[in-house]
């Protein structure tokens, strides 16, 4: 079953830093991976993308994020450093249609 799965969210404090993982299926290995996110009562909105080893960056979380894939392991990674409360939201990772469940990341002193 072609999924992805992403992990790595949590309860962090401003200006803390953490890492998402998206693992996916080996089939999507040659699939460019994004990252999205939606915060409560918002739109979900794209974050980043990293199509073979090109990345691409929403203007908003350019310079604070940084979209990584190990191909080795079928995972991509999104690190998020100085967080910010406006970083609360459910991250998303997608590859073509497909869709993981989300992991909340919370930023809160």
């Known amino acids: 079953q072609v999924q992805l799965a992403e992990s790595g969210g949590g309860l962090v404090q401003p200006g803390g830093s953490l890492r998402l993982s998206c693992v996916h299926s080996e089939s999507l290995r040659g699939y460019g991976i994004g990252w999205f996110r939606q915060a409560p009562g918002k739109q979900r909105d794209w974050v980043a993308t990293?199509?073979?080893?090109?990345?691409q960056y929403a203007a908003s979380v350019k310079g604070r994020m940084t979209i990584s894939r190990d191909v080795a392991k079928n995972t991509v990674y999104l690190q998020i450093n100085n967080v910010k409360p406006e970083d609360t939201a459910v991250y998303y990772c997608?590859?073509?249609?497909?869709w993981g469940q989300g992991t909340q990341v919370t930023v809160s002193s």
């Open positions: 997608t590859a073509g249609t497909l």
């Open positions: 990293i199509s073979g080893s090109f990345p």
